[in-house]
Structures are given as structure tokens and as C-alpha cells.
């Protein structure tokens, strides 16, 4: 905790965990400290980053405006896997936000971070500990294997619970989720956008993908040619090279996906295969979200 208090000061990179997957850490207010963030991730400077606040009161000192409704859903889901997108402070560095108006802030559910927050007493912009257009980190050993020690220190709060990023939500009004995430839009009484909308800067289409080609499958898809893995959850015949067996609950499956991905994609196989579920549920919809963009059709 010491010597990440220390990084973070002479403006260096710290990974810290969340309920959600682990962030690449930074001051949020020092311009240099969020460019090694974009410069380590290679990061297109066209996607904004979430800030992250120990609490509302911190989370004030980052916007402009801070609407009775922000207030509301602070309360009710913070410390929590909710970004909240809202008009920004003059101060905020202009690299934060991609030069935009709007700024996103989230205040996370790990007492690790929560008190690195606390402790370093300002806000620390966070993107997912990985290189711009991989898989999301969810151990803290994913991270060391993305970023030499000199470069991040990672703070190790084990395995991540919520396994797949938080829901960012346009407060409004209109309340719109630009990324669906843990908490549904109806939880939020709030609507879903396009993925393409322009509200929503850095959904880049290919995204949360591993280096390995990596398709989206119905079970009557199944087999298919070379060495595969297969992500199901339940095995099909014949047998895969390697058969990565998920759970058949939506929170269950999204706190394991990331590193059945990771895993998959280490194995050195031809292709990896995933089976999408076709149940209802906005856990599973969020779940489609980021499979999408993690492979491309089998098909075409
Ligand atoms: O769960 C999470 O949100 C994780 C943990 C570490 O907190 N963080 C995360 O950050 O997923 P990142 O950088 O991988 O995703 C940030 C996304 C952007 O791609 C964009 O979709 C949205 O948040 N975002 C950030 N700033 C925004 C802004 N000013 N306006 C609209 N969307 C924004
Ligand atoms: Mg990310």
C-alpha cells in the first residue's frame, strides 16, 4: 500500500482490484500520470476513462453539475459496478474524457482500493488492466502478465467477483446504459443505446478479444475443423481438443469468462469456439454484449 501511494504520487501506474476486473491506475488529475495510462495500454485517445472516487463527495469534485438523480443512484449502488457519465469539472484533464463534455465516474466495491482511494485522497482514472483491445483482467496475475513490475505494481485483491465491467449509464435526463454491464437498465429505469451510438465514444466494436481467432457458435455449428476449445456449458461430441466446461448461472458464467477466454487463448490451439447462451435475462444480454465483441461469427 505504501510504495502504491508512492507510484501513484510521482505520478506512475498502480492496477488495483474491483468487484468488476482489475483497473490501471493513475492520478486522474495530472495530465502526464493518464497519458502513461493511454501511452502502456496503447490506447486510441478517442476512448475516454472512468474515473474512480472513493465516494460521492469525491465524485462531486469531478463534475460539474451533480443532479439530485446522481445522488440518488450513489446511494443506492455505490460502493458498486456502476459508472455514472455526467457533465465534467473544467480541471479535468481534457486526455480523460477524449476531449470531451462528459466525464464517467464510479466509486468500486474492493476494501483494497477503497482505501487506496481514501488514502491517496484524490480520484484515479482506471481502464481495464490489460492492452487496449484484449481480454479484461479478473486475477492479479493476469495483470503481471500484461505489464513488467517497474512499469505497474499491482495490488493483489484476488480473484474478481462481478468478472465483467461495470454498467455505464448517460445520467440525463434520458438515463441511457451506453454499456451494459452487472446492474440491468431496468434496475436503472433507465434505456439501452445502439452499441454505435455517438453518445457512447470508445465502444469500439472488436474489443475484450484474445490474440487467438475466437467465434461465437450454435451447438448445431459443433464440430468444427482443427484444434479447438471450446467454451459450453455443456459438451458437445465430439469432444473438443479442449472443453472449457461454464456455469449455467449468468453470474456465475460472467465472473469466470475472462479467464476461461485468458485460458483458451494460452493453450495455443487453431481456434477457440464459444457457444452462446440463448437465454433472457439483461445478465445474459450484457454477457452476449462483450461475446460479441470477443469473436466474430462462425458463418460469412
Ligand atoms: O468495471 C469497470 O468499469 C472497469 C473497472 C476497472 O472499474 N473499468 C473499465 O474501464 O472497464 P475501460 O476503460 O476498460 O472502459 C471505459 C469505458 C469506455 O470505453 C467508454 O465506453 C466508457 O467507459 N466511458 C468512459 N468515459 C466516458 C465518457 N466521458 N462518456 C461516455 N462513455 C465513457
Ligand atoms: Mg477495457
Given at each position: ?17 474491483t ?17 502513461r ?26 463534475v ?14 455505490w ?49 481495464s488492466?490489460?492492452?487496449?483491445g484484449g481480454?479484461s483482467p ?22 474478481c467477483r ?21 446492474i ?48 459450453a ?6 469432444a ?58 462462425v458463418?460469412?
Open positions: 500500500m505504501t510504495e502504491a501511494l508512492a507510484r501513484l504520487a510521482s505520478g506512475r501506474l498502480v492496477a488495483f482490484p468487484e468488476t476486473v482489475y483497473g490501471l491506475g493513475a492520478d486522474a488529475l495530472r495530465p502526464e500520470a493518464v497519458e495510462v493511454f501511452a502502456a495500454k496503447g490506447r486510441p485517445a478517442t476512448n475516454p476513462l472512468i474515473v474512480h472516487v472513493a465516494d460521492a463527495q469525491m465524485a462531486r469534485t469531478v460539474s453539475h451533480w443532479p439530485p438523480e446522481a445522488e440518488r443512484l450513489a446511494a443506492r449502488f460502493p458498486g459496478p456502476l459508472t455514472l457519465v455526467l457533465p465534467r469539472a473544467p480541471h479535468v484533464p481534457d486526455a480523460v474524457t477524449a476531449g470531451g463534455d462528459l466525464v464517467a465516474v464510479r466509486c468500486p466495491d474492493h476494501p483494497l482500493t477503497l482505501e487506496l482511494l481514501r488514502r491517496y485522497g484524490r480520484p484515479l482514472v482506471g481502464p488492466a490489460n492492452r487496449s481480454v479478473t486475477t492479479a496475475e493476469h495483470v503481471r502478465e500484461e505489464f513488467p513490475p517497474d512499469e505497474v505494481l499491482v495490488l493483489d485483491g484476488g480473484p462481478g468478472g465483467i465491467e461495470s454498467t455505464v449509464l448517460l445520467v440525463g435526463p434520458p438515463a441511457v446504459v451506453l454499456r451494459p454491464g452487472l440491468g437498465a431496468a434496475e436503472l429505469g433507465a434505456s439501452v443505446s445502439g452499441v454505435s451510438s455517438p453518445a457512447s465514444p470508445g465502444q469500439m466494436d472488436r474489443h475484450y478479444a484474445p490474440a487467438t481467432r475466437t467465434v461465437r457458435i450454435a451447438p448445431e455449428d459443433w464440430p468444427l475443423p482443427g484444434r479447438v476449445a471450446l467454451l456449458r455443456e459438451p458437445l461430441s465430439p473438443p481438443a479442449l472443453l472449457l466446461e461454464m456455469p449455467s448461472d449468468p453470474a456465475g458464467y460472467a465472473e469466470q469468462l475472462y479467464a476461461r477466454l485468458r485460458e483458451a487463448d494460452a493453450a495455443g490451439m487453431d481456434l477457440i469456439a464459444v457457444v452462446v447462451p440463448t437465454d433472457e435475462g439483461e445478465l445474459w444480454d450484457a454477457l452476449r454484449d462483450r461475446l460479441r465483441r470477443a469473436t466474430t461469427p458463418k460469412g
